[in-house]
């Protein structure tokens, strides 16, 4: 009779629903706090879905796994080096997968963890619409499980070797420290991610684009809340920084448009509308524009 490849080990399981509980995906659940997602749109078609399956998973498996300094806000690839960057990806992917596959001997639960992980969060890239939640929390909750129980067979297997009545000293020096170092990250997430929840999705993006300036999304987004609270001139600056730093990105002429209109400047605004109509005649969100542009809203009657 052949050994049981995973064999019960009440230890693993206990540890790992522990750090499951202890996750942000688990603790905003039973807590009842808002998951905190992107609130961006991803401008992208099915077939740049399927083909970034390996960044949607990756990506999430490190907002499980490394939340230090980052938020909840979509970054969209460069489609300059779309291929390149996703062949990126599923070479990380892949190798990843090797390895805790060539690890199944020593630790199977290592290779089950993860790939219960990757299986849950395939669908995240393919069935969940890009443009609507790309990047959430709520989809870590499940592939948590998986990441739990690797993460807790990493310190017992760490910790069994280090009390080996034959493990050299240095040896279990380095078992001893690498089961505190996983000790410690796993408090650190529940921290460290605690944080977010206390910041509402303008303190996200503010944080964002502090942290970030490569991210285009964010700024784009938080100009838009600078302009409909009447800051012109701060969004106006955070367009201009983001062109600087991530000129590919479609959606500036959209939203110059939008501030342009909002701070009352229809001769400026025109100008963007026009050239989006000129290279599509049937853009539904330019022909909205220009219906605002020639009928504009009546204002706002003044308080007697």
Known sequence: MKPNPFPPDKRLFSLAALIWLLSPATQALFLGVPLPGSPLVAPSSFGERIFSLAYVVLEHMGWWLWPFGRDWVLRPLDPRGLFAINLLFWLILVLMLRHAWRLRKYNP?????????????????????MGGQPFSQKYLLVPGLGLALMMASLIIQ???????????????HLYLFMTAALTVWVVCLAIEDGIRWSRDTEARLRHTVVTDDGNAPAAAELARIESAAGQYAQAEALLLNAERAVPWYREYPYLKAEILIEAGSP????????????????????????????YPAPPAPSAP
């Not at 605004?269 to 524009?289: G, M, T």
């Open 109 to 129: 639960w290592v290779v089950a963890g993860l790939g219960w992980a990757v299986a849950w969060l395939l669908p995240v890239g393919v069935l969940i619409e």
């Open 158 to 172: 760490c910790a069994r070797f280090a009390s080996r009545p034959r493990c050299p000293r240095a040896w279990k």
């Open 267 to 294: 001769s400026s605004a025109r100008h963007y509308v026009d050239q989006l109509l000129k290279a599509n005649p049937d853009d539904l969100r330019a022909l909205e524009l220009q219906t605002l542009l020639d």
